[in-house]
């Protein structure tokens, strides 16, 4: 009896990730059961060179993200969500200077779809804005940690200069799934080296701003507005549960293919 040799990858939650070779063989012609050879198993351990834990693929993270409809987001308002200031900066000085310094920077983002309630009106707020940046990573490595809730920011600081903690074990496309089904608010991802290839923006179009006599405000803008304020990048927002891009006709899938494609 011939047993073909099985190869597996075994990704390991853990501080490094290895790369499980199970071989199976007939060794003898005795066995406890009847017609059965005994087997001779072995597993080797080879280890694959990253700088981090396992994390899914480019690829495999895309399709997650468009088979939910997922946009990864960092939001205006999160004035701990840059990492790179120790001085909280308003809408929409803090968007465009992570503009400014991309693909550079430690962001908290959060994963939202067309059908979530990103102001808390009727249902749990998944968001902590109404105007935010779209992303894209540029590795694996790009994703630092993520979580069905917030998790809160941990930031080393060297000056006026922060860097956002790494998570030590592995992520995996359950893990990123989790983030969306196990929500009781907003979840949160924390990315790094990534590219901005979007704004989108929710109706009412509010965001944080500061006022002379009341401290910290809330004020509200306009598509037209979002528009000339990032005249470069493409501008989103939700209608009736679908993702649409504002002067351009084209499918929520279509969009997203374009945003996170298939590679």
């Known amino acids: 009896m011939l047993l073909p040799h099985v190869s597996l990858w075994s990704p ?3 501080m490094c990730e290895r790369m499980a070779f199970v071989c199976m063989r007939p060794c003898g012609s005795l066995s406890p059961l009847p017609n059965q050879p005994h087997l001779e ?18 690829r495999d993270v895309h399709t997650f993200l468009r088979s939910n409809c997922a ?26 200077t992570v503009l400014k310094n991309a693909p ?8 939202i779809t067309p059908t979530d309630d990103i102001n808390g009106f009727d249902s749990p707020r998944r968001a902590l804005g109404n105007i935010g940046l779209i992303l894209r990573a540029l590795s694996p490595d790009s994703i630092l940690k ?39 608010l907003h979840n949160q991802w924390d990315m790094t080296t990534f590219e901005v290839i979007g704004v989108l923006a929710v109706e009412p179009f ?10 910290v405000d809330i004020a509200y803008s306009s598509l037209q507005q979002i528009k000339a304020t ?26 997203l293919l374009e945003l996170y494609p298939d590679k």
Do not use: M
């Not at 351990?45 to 700088?51: F, G, K, Q």
């Not at 941990?154 to 922060?162: A, L, Y």
């Not at 989103?236 to 351009?248: A, I």
């Open 41 to 58: 198993i072995s597993v080797v351990y080879l280890p694959v060179t990253t700088s981090l834990p396992y994390r899914p693929s480019l």
């Open 104 to 111: 550079n920077g430690d962001l908290c983002c959060s994963v």
């Open 230 to 255: 990032f005249p470069t990048l493409p501008l989103f927002t939700f209608c009736t549960g679908q993702l649409v891009e504002v002067g351009k006709s084209a499918t929520t899938e279509e969009l």
């Open 12 to 14: 390991l939650r853990g």
């Open 206 to 215: 509010g965001y944080r701003r500061k006022d002379p006599v009341l401290g």
């Open 71 to 96: 946009l990864i987001v960092h939001f205006s308002g999160d004035t701990s969500g840059s990492g790179t200031t120790k001085t909280p900066a308003f809408y929409p000085d803090d968007l465009l």
């Open 146 to 184: 993520v979580s069905p809730d917030d998790f809160g920011s941990s930031v080393t600081w060297k000056g006026d200069i922060g860097t956002r903690e790494r998570d030590p074990l592995a992520i995996t496309i359950r893990d990123l799934q989790r983030t969306l089904t196990d929500r009781t």
